[in-house]
């Protein structure tokens, strides 16, 4: 008995150095893929996504910080009145690179799924030149809307978990940046 105690007081000095010496993984970089879309029409099949990185720090055990770019595919229209004829709509596909900025709260549990749930802001510039009668002109858009956010981190181990992220813009139809619909992505997220 007392040989056995020996060895689980040894075990503890070995194993407390060990587990002190593990890297404090507190910073992390996702690649995900948002706003997916597969189907047909008279053009023919069509499937894509959206995609982007996003880089997060780990302030403490329960407060995060993030900072994403996403790729984003939109489309619009631009109408021009010329003084002689009928007014013109050119429809137009563009991409846009939304950068947003958040903070998050994770909350504690024993499993592997980890949620979390935060607020920040979005910020969108979109630039588009028409062609009409009254030669080159280009129209700029930028705002910069609040947006909650929240989702759910499955680690597969403690470098690497599959993420589940939901995002609402909170802002008026009109602003490019802000979208009536929750844009919802998944990606992979890499902790060091």
Known sequence: MRNARMVM???LFVVAPLYAQQPNRSNAVTLF???????????GTKAGADFGVALSHMFNDRFSGELAVTSQRIGGSVTTFPFEGFPTTTTYSNRIYPIDASASYHFFTDSRWKPYLGAGARYVSDSVRVTGPLGDNRFTRRSTNPEITGGITFQFNPRLGLRF?????IGSIGDPGADAKLQASAGLSLRF
Do not use: N, P, R
Not at 165 to 169: E, L, P, V, W
């Open 165 to 169: 992220d939901a995002k609402q813009i």
């Open 33 to 43: 893929m948002s706003d997916a879309y597969f189907g047909s029409d008279s053009g």
């Open 9 to 11: 007081v040894s075990l």
